[in-house]
């Protein structure tokens, strides 16, 4: 069974992997290190078959939520 919080995790940590690879100055190591992290994350995405617009659609829902908001959504996911 697909899972729509499993699905919204991922995403949460995709997009924070995107932000700290965008905003910070990383050392080869760490860059590598989050690089591999969302290859994982694609990985787990293709291989539950899981809809990647809406991972697409989380992803940026979480870049503009705030911390209620975030703590009101996940409440609503199965």
Aim: aromatic share 16%.
């Amino acid at each position: 069974m697909k899972s729509e919080r499993e699905l919204f995790n991922l995403a949460k940590e995709y997009a924070l992997m995107e932000m700290e690879f965008e905003n910070n100055f990383l050392n080869e190591f760490e860059s590598d290190g989050l690089k591999y992290g969302m290859e994982e994350i694609r990985k787990v995405l293709l291989e539950k078959n899981y809809d990647v617009d809406m991972f697409l659609k989380y992803k940026a829902l979480y870049k503009q939520m705030t911390v209620g908001e975030y703590l009101e959504f996940i409440k609503t996911l199965e």
